[in-house]
């Protein structure tokens, strides 16, 4: 399998931006879909995690809750990130990864996980 993120871009405070993440050569819907981010001089953090274990659920880390949202077209073998009331600090390079089973998203492992090229997102005035 393989993952193309894309999207990025520069955007101002406030500002918004839809990041994707093309699944090629399998279905979507067979994944454990995940956005990462790292911001220079930081650790990489997991910002969302979509699941379809015992119905589906998606989670968000704190720093993005209620302004970012993860969905899947499964039409289109792509995942998003829509990225709401953007901030300075959510500027960072953004991949998408994904494990070919179902997992709680607790068990997502970014060593097993195939990796899409990052994505840059630039908040700044």
């Known amino acids: 399998v393989q993952l193309q993120a894309s999207g990025g871009g520069l955007v101002q405070p406030g500002g918004s931006l839809r990041l994707s993440c093309a699944v090629l050569?399998?279905?979507?819907?067979?994944?454990?879909i995940a956005w990462f981010r790292q911001a220079p001089g930081k650790k990489r953090e997991r910002v969302s995690c979509d699941t379809l274990v015992g119905g589906g659920s998606t989670y968000y880390a704190d720093s993005v809750k209620g302004r970012f949202t993860l969905s899947r077209d499964n039409a289109k073998h792509t995942v998003y990130l829509q990225m709401n009331r953007l901030k300075s600090e959510d500027t960072a390079i953004y991949y998408c990864?994904?494990?070919?089973?179902?997992?709680?998203?607790?068990?997502?492992?970014?060593?097993?996980?195939?990796w899409g090229r990052g994505t840059q997102v630039t908040v700044s005035s």
């Open positions: 990864a994904a494990e070919p089973r179902y997992l709680h998203c607790s068990e997502f492992s970014t060593d097993r996980a195939t």
């Open positions: 050569d399998f279905h979507v819907d067979d994944y454990t």
